[in-house]
């Protein structure tokens, strides 16, 4: 039985304490939130204690394991007091928004050899993860072109906004992990982007639509395209082109039930509208997958160096949106 | 070049004027329909002589082959004069709503080994003809179950249905067929019906909905959904289940266009909405087929049994829809 | 909180083991198996109790449900002496093979006017249900014809299949109870069969392989089509025809992947491949309305009445297959 | 009814004495090619006289159009002369692979007020268009981010491909061209490249594997991802996303066949495999709108201008892969 303290009781905090309660060898120990009453509600529904400040789990001995799922801010404080105290981690995404800030962080830590699951969970869709094995086993030949698709719903609050590093940081972070689940490194990088949905992000210097365009190390190309709103629903497709062939993932729906009438045929109804509906087993899966890592003390993946890795391409594609140029990269 | 002489100018008989029209080595001389500026209209757009009698195509002996469309009680008349004359037909279904009359229209011409090819449309469906040809190679190992789906768009007139022999010797005729196609010789039949369409049909004394279920030779099962009224379109559908997979057949559209929005997903648009649309190609491979076998000297298939077999399926349904028992069928 | 006691830990009892335990407002309190070993299991891994008798669990005053998932002999027994202790019950289908068994057991607990579900677990799910509460909707007008299409993968074995009560009692009685959801009293049955699949199944006197005609109260048709074996998956899926417009449930893939390559395009995975997968859903559902019903004093349904139904059903689809005749079904 | 002379008789210049053949107001009077055996077999084919030099036709006052389906050398010489002989044109893509060129040829028939239709033939297909009519009839709101996604089936040949302009050029001007069909005028233009395919191509300084990013005028984002190969057939997409909802195109198959079996479910056959198969109806809507607007005296679209637009996109996709920058362009 792995024993959890989890930090950060909001929308993704519920999700982890979810994961843990249906999971057969995990346990919720601890809950952490400044909110109190939040904490609070999480650790009586869950069974776990409600802790007065993060060290209740960080000291606890009885605790394999934290779930950083506070503010992004937080992050690296947390990440390196539980790496130190010995506990393995899953760290949500990003680990910061300051790419040099989590290069000290690394120097810090890297020594104790850690255990850190950052929360990349599109890995562990069984969609996406299908179309990487089957590319491994040779289903399309060699991997040459990449089509990442990413919409939101409706875009977040002003205040999410305005403290989330911008699109390429806070969104696109997922596909550029994405990207690199599948193509390897990445060496360069284009980006664009434009104002099309709503006027207060443009005000806070950020955009709402995106193109990216990345080029993996062995060549393959990969585009990327994002908005902030989508109102037939939570877009989330990926094409992955290759010289035998192409595996596609769809958007995914509740039910199977198409309708035709007189002014339409074949009509699906909505898409599961969010990541709470789409990618719940994949963060089932993800959850699993660090506890089966720490069972057979193996290190569980993406890691770290990954969610280095997609902040540092975050960065370049600010850097190419600024100056138009795409940028190159060198190897990490 | 095949010389053709065309009896019937309406619906169907443009149909088949255009076929001739298009096709590479076939020629329309002469048109006839008792309605003359039917035929003028027609003669005219395709270059073809107005006949004033049937008799101006019959005994025209450079017309190698004459297609009847005219009004069911003249084909088996038609039909025969036109083999005594030593012409190929293509003679549209029914042959004749009396299968007295169709069997005693078989002893006239037989010994004349008459080149005669019956208007069942649909097995030339590049779809369902692929289906034909794909269970003949074996892609679905034995045939076990066939589901056969078809549905008009709307009612035909009262008028129209008053003549029509009812629902299945007029439009049930073609699943007939296809089931035939498919199955080979059928043993067994049971029909049902209802009224859920239109009054008028019912004051006919007709049906405007059924189910019928028949058992192939083989042991195969089938069954057959119609109606007279579908909203979304004319609704063409076929599944072959079989020991080792299925094959199926969708309906179609006329573009690959689909729309999602806040109340749907994927909705594709209407279908091909109506024979004249979703069976051209069918029907120009009719005709294609006809010439290549009187230009290889060959039978056409399906003939004038095959004609006859279907509307003994018909009479069968009929009298297993009155009865409430299924219907055991002699071989032919 | 509920307290189940849980009759039979084979594969289905299992399910409901499971249900409960995901399930907020329920508690597994006792298990019991004829085969102790499978009721230790079962018990262990869910927290509960083994029952060395169904006394254990009858006579438990603090159990407010208990679950038939015995052999279908035991049913009848079973509920009546739950029923008798007060408890509600959730009976797997069939609640007997034997419709006079059926009829004497409710007189026997009709007056205690017991709160029996009876485990038709399709009216559960997702798909099927949205159907039809869209019908209830209007949209598609009135219900003219209902297809529905259940194929399992493989035969179950010899000996599970000559306890079965054949075809009918065993496979279709739920697509029975699935037609009756959508027609409500079916007045008409025909049913035919045929033996392709397995020679064992013949040697048993039963048949693989049926179409079966229902005539809705109302004037609705519907065909039913079974295989015990589908090569490519359990087959599930329904379409409901009206006058407006048409809702249909497609099969269901675990992932939403897609292959084109060389030799076929868009090309899916397997499906969700038998009713522990497909079905799961709504299992679940099915738990959550009897503790919803049992909490808001209200009768679940399907319920006694239904279970009665669908047998009756099946009986007529028996007849009718050996007299090759509709059956009347007078009102129940 | 318009008299056609029809200058080259390759592949594409048969498409069009296809379209003349089939279009009831049209009439094939001459065809030339420099081979002449290609001349007189499509001339006898068709019924049209062959010319031993292009003055044949365009001399000939009887003649109305010309259709320049010959080398891309050769297009600005031949539309000027016909565009000087008061013949209307279809020229088909590119107009030259030297903006300069196209900008003199232009400088020389303004005054003439030349009727010239481009041939860019997707315009005319009845998916994309129904896509454009879509959304200027505001199915999906304002267009925001559009999807493009083009594959050949195979690469040409090495001396097709020597001689081609490149792969902007040749073959994304057909895609830079739809998307100024949808976004109207581009201002930014976006590419990059690679060599994935094969060597040859390579060697000749090109590249085989494209993606291309594009800004409106308006603000929208358009990519579009090439390759000179795609081994399940040819790749023709498109999507139309807006705030309002999104429109997209798939591929199209000859039937609408799809097969189940154990190693896969719903996989449809091939893909209309290459321009004549996918877009015959669209080379056939292309004739038809010259024609039409021959007849009513109205410029045909897209004129010469796009023709010019188109080209121009392909030099800045160029150099934007030369240079890893984006490209502006001012109004044309």
Redesign the interface.
């Known amino acids: 039985m792995i024993r959890f303290g989890l930090f950060g009781c909001g929308r993704i905090g519920r999700v982890h304490a979810d994961s843990i309660d ?1 999971h057969p060898r995990a346990e919720l120990a601890w809950v952490y939130d400044p909110i109190e009453s939040a904490a609070d509600e999480v650790g009586k529904r869950y069974g776990a204690a409600t802790a007065s400040t993060v060290n209740d789990a960080i000291d606890d001995t009885r605790v394999d394991a934290v779930i950083i799922a506070s503010a992004t801010a937080t992050h690296v404080d947390l990440l390196t007091r539980a790496v130190r105290a010995g506990k393995a981690v899953l760290c949500e995404k990003p680990i910061d928004l300051d790419l040099a800030r989590v290069d000290r962080c690394w120097v810090e830590i890297a020594a104790l050899n850690p255990t850190v699951l950052v929360g990349f969970n599109r890995r562990f869709d ?2 996406f993860r ?2 990487h094995e ?1 590319i491994a086993a040779g ?4 991997l ?2 990449l ?1 990442i ?1 990413s ?1 939101d719903p409706a875009p977040a609050s002003r205040d999410y906004l305005a403290a989330s590093g911008g699109l390429f940081r806070d969104m696109t972070i997922h596909d550029f992990d994405l990207a690199r689940f599948y193509l390897g490194e990445v060496v ?1 990088v ?1 980006a ?6 709503a006027d207060y992000i443009a005000e806070l210097g950020d955009i709402d ?3 990216v ?1 990345l ?1 993996g190390a062995d ?3 990969c ?1 990327i ?1 994002n ?1 902030r ?5 939570y ?1 989330q497709r990926l094409e992955a ?1 290759g ?20 002014t ?8 599961l509208n969010f990541f709470l509906d789409r990618y719940t087993p994949a963060y089932r899966a993800e959850l699993d997958h660090l506890i089966t890592a720490m069972e057979q003390s193996d290190q569980p993946s993406p890691g770290f160096a990954d969610g280095r890795e997609a902040l540092a391409l975050a960065d370049a594609a600010l850097e190419s949106l600024q100056t ?3 940028v190159q990269l060198g190897s990490p």
């Open positions: 249906v069984p969609s299908e179309v089957r289903d399309i030949g060699r040459e072109q089509t698709v919409r360069e284009y664009t982007g434009a104002n099309l949905v639509s995106a193109v365009v080029r060549g393959a190309l585009h395209t908005s709103r989508s109102v037939f629903g877009d082109f010289s035998a062939g192409m595996l596609s993932v769809g958007n995914q729906h509740p039910t199977s039930v198409r309708l035709s009438n007189t339409q045929t074949e009509a699906a109804g909505e898409y138009g140029r795409s």
